[in-house]
């Protein structure tokens, strides 16, 4: 087991690693296909597992050696990744786009978002790092068993979704100038760009409404991305709500 601390092996298998008590037990009811748990005999009396294929007690030693975390906790397992190429995106819904996003904490932070506003799709560029990354399902706190996330040419999507894409750009219109609020009643796309580099020039040509957050202070250099997107997921939530669309994408 232990050689699938190593990711290739895991995207290889189609597989994914979750680790500790919370995400393991949100596994267990999220519908996902769970392979195999590794567990301490504490958590696996305090657990009913049911049609898992393999199921093993092991000791604080032996889960240490499996584990990606610093501090092991308690349960180790293996689920198989659902298929999202088939995905439907439902278009009375906001839709989250991401463009080279390298940082797992940001991708876990932000589908962690997402999941709190109902956001259900996220569609990334094949160089966004991979939703399955240990790191990422992390930081998810569970979003990963909530939302759907599909990797696509994402200039070709965005130019055949058929929605306003709003994206987060330096040459955007401030957000207090901007006619978000008049733009949401329609299903849309928030777009967000890389850490340092912002949105690339393939996906920037089809965003059809570009914001900018002030920077009010006049002193940082530059927002997290994964802050840039709440503050733009909850503006954009935020005025739906009030136009009562965005009730239908917490279906």
Request: net charge negative; hydrophobic share 40%; proline share 6%.
């Amino acid at each position: 087991m232990a050689a699938y601390r190593q990711q290739r092996r895991c995207d290889e298998e189609a597989v994914f690693v979750v680790e500790g008590p919370k995400l393991c037990g949100e596994a267990l009811v999220s519908g996902f296909t769970v392979r195999v748990v590794c567990a301490t005999a504490e958590w696996l009396s305090a657990n009913a597992i049911d049609a898992v294929p393999e199921c093993y007690e092991v000791s604080q030693a032996e889960l240490e050696r499996l584990s990606n975390m610093r501090t092991p906790n308690q349960v180790w397992m293996l689920l198989e990744r659902p298929d999202n190429s088939s995905f439907i995106t439902n278009h009375s819904s906001l839709v989250l786009a991401l463009d080279r996003i390298q940082d797992p904490g940001n991708l876990g932070t932000m589908m962690r978002t997402a999941d709190w506003y109902g956001i259900r799709h996220i569609v990334c560029s094949p160089d966004t790092v991979s939703c399955y990354n240990p790191k990422v399902v992390q930081a998810s706190m569970g979003a990963v068993f909530r939302t759907r996330v599909e990797y696509v040419d994402l200039p070709q999507w965005l130019a055949a979704c058929g929605m306003p894409v709003f994206g987060a750009s330096l040459q955007g219109e401030p957000l207090a100038h901007s006619d978000i609020g008049a733009s949401v009643h329609s299903p849309a796309v928030l777009l967000i760009g890389n850490e340092s580099r912002g949105i690339g020039p393939e996906a920037m040509e089809h965003v059809t409404h570009p914001v900018l957050i002030p920077n009010i202070g006049g002193t940082a250099e530059s927002l997290n991305a994964s802050v840039a997107a709440g503050i733009l997921i909850h503006l954009l939530c935020s005025a739906r709500e009030c136009r009562g669309v965005q009730g239908s994408a917490r279906q």
